[in-house]
């Protein structure tokens, strides 16, 4: 059974950080790319980061600011968002897809205010 859990949200003031982590299980963690996607209110749901062995690539409005890294040991997925902006306010969600079908974790909630 795939497990994916996130946690690390919070409230955070423009030019901020938050480490977001996706503890996952139930699948070979360290053979799969892992996904982090983001929803904010009233949008539909969009892609930030993934990361393959190493390598990580990234949405357009995160380079440069986010950085996803991961710990196979540890079966971990994570989110480093900084200097935050209130764009970035949103559910924070880790994906996997296995055999054509797509898995996702309960979602962290990220917000950016003063």
């Known amino acids: 059974q795939v497990q994916l859990v996130e946690s690390g949200g919070g409230l955070v003031q423009p030019g901020g950080s938050l480490r977001l982590s996706c503890a996952a299980g139930?699948?070979?963690?360290?053979?799969?790319?892992m996904n982090w996607y983001r929803q904010a209110p009233g949008k539909e749901r969009e892609f930030v980061a993934q990361?393959?062995?190493?390598?990580?690539r990234y949405a357009d409005s995160v380079k440069g600011r986010f950085t996803i890294s991961r710990d196979n040991a540890k079966n971990t997925v994570y989110l480093q968002m900084n200097s935050l902006v209130p764009e970035d306010t949103a559910v924070y969600y880790c994906?996997?897809?296995?055999?054509?079908?797509?898995?996702w974790g309960q979602g962290t909630q990220v917000t950016v205010s003063s």
């Open positions: 139930g699948f070979p963690f360290s053979d799969n790319v």
């Open positions: 994906n996997v897809r296995l055999f054509g079908n797509a898995y």
């Open positions: 990361i393959s062995r190493s390598i990580g």
